[in-house]
């Protein structure tokens, strides 16, 4: 789904899409922060961390570390394209919960968000990524650096010490806005519904900005 939204808060948040009560299951959730001033838009895309099929009420609930801190001019869902989530492109900010990132405005391609000041023993975690059957084969990680430190990005499924299926080395691309794509062979199978977990081990401090990741089979 996209979200159109705008915000000039210090406060950060998120904005939950819940079916049929402020306390139904939530289908997505769109993490908000700063997009540069309450009159600058910028479309998120979110992919749903559950199923939405039928006729339902939609709610749109609200949680955040302060006051005011976003504006909402449109949204629109969109059909899947057949495969499940994980071939889809998740957003690096686009998270289920956290540890030690931060997110920033990308100059890559499509703007919105980056996260970035990701460090050895930071993580990310994403919610509900099905990868279906049979098992993907690669991942692709959008990233730039512009670091002296180099790192490792390990790919793991359902905690931050599950098993790695991937694992990405990282080193300057030339800038921390010099984006590339790069192409990783996953190193063990991913079937099923599983929660996705970043983890990050390095020689030093922030090595790695990431705009998104996208598996393929």
């Keep these: 789904m996209t979200t159109r939204i705008a915000s000039g808060a210090t406060a950060t948040g998120t904005i939950h899409y819940r079916l049929d009560s402020i306390t139904g299951p939530i289908v997505a959730s769109v993490p908000v922060s700063n997009t540069g001033g309450w009159q600058s838009w910028q479309s998120r895309v979110t992919n749903l961390s559950g ?3 039928g006729v339902h009420q939609l709610y749109l609930t609200f949680t955040g570390s302060g006051g005011d801190f976003t ?3 449109w949204f629109q869902f969109a059909r899947g394209t057949g495969l499940p989530n994980g071939y889809s492109v998740t957003q690096a900010e686009a998270s289920s919960s956290q540890s030690g ?7 890559d391609t499509g703007g919105g968000l ?5 460090a050895p023993g930071d993580w990310l975690a994403y919610n509900g990524i099905d990868f279906g059957t049979p098992t993907a084969v690669s991942i692709t990680t959008r990233i730039a650096s512009g670091a002296t430190a180099s790192g490792t990005i390990q790919v793991r499924l359902d905690s931050t010490t599950g098993p ?4 990405i ?4 691309t030339g800038g921390w806005q010099s984006w590339q794509s790069q192409v990783t062979n996953l190193s063990a199978s991913a ?7 970043l983890t ?4 030093g401090g922030d090595f790695v900005n990431i705009n998104w990741f996208q598996f393929a089979r």
């Design 51 to 53: 199923s939405a099929t």
């Design 101 to 107: 990132t931060q997110t920033e405005a990308t100059s």
């Design 164 to 167: 790695i299926i991937a694992s």
């Design 114 to 118: 980056n996260v970035g000041w990701i």
């Design 71 to 73: 504006n909402i001019n």
């Design 191 to 197: 079937t099923g519904v599983h929660q996705v977990v």
């Design 169 to 172: 080395p990282i080193s300057n």
């Design 200 to 203: 990050f081990t390095g020689t």
